[in-house]
């Protein structure tokens, strides 16, 4: 898990943002067994303390290339 929060820590900071999400929720988007809406996808971010580019962009990318409309 990113940041070495626990699949339930996770969940846990999540359903804390107002996004109630369970753990099995959160193995099953990992794992892309379950959707991930936006919704899920911001709260997730904000959890982390990271951006949703940087979460859909993956770990090789590099900071200034998630810039979006060219700004």
């Known amino acids: 898990m990113a940041r070495g929060y626990s699949q339930r820590q ?3 900071r ?4 107002g996004r109630p999400m369970t753990f ?4 099953r988007i990992e794992r892309t067994v379950r959707r991930c809406d936006i ?3 911001v709260a997730i971010a904000a959890a ?4 949703p580019n940087a979460l859909l962009a ?3 990318c590099r ?3 998630l810039r979006v ?3």
Do not use: F, Q, R
């Not at 999540?14 to 943002?17: I, P």
């Not at 099995?24 to 193995?27: K, R, Y």
């Not at 982390?48 to 951006?51: A, E, H, I, K």
């Open 39 to 41: 919704d899920d996808l």
């Open 10 to 12: 996770l969940a846990a």
């Open 63 to 65: 900071p200034e290339s």
């Open 58 to 60: 993956g770990p090789s």
């Open 69 to 71: 409309g060219g700004i």
């Open 24 to 27: 099995t929720a959160l193995s």
């Open 48 to 51: 982390l303390g990271s951006s």
């Open 14 to 17: 999540v359903t804390a943002l």
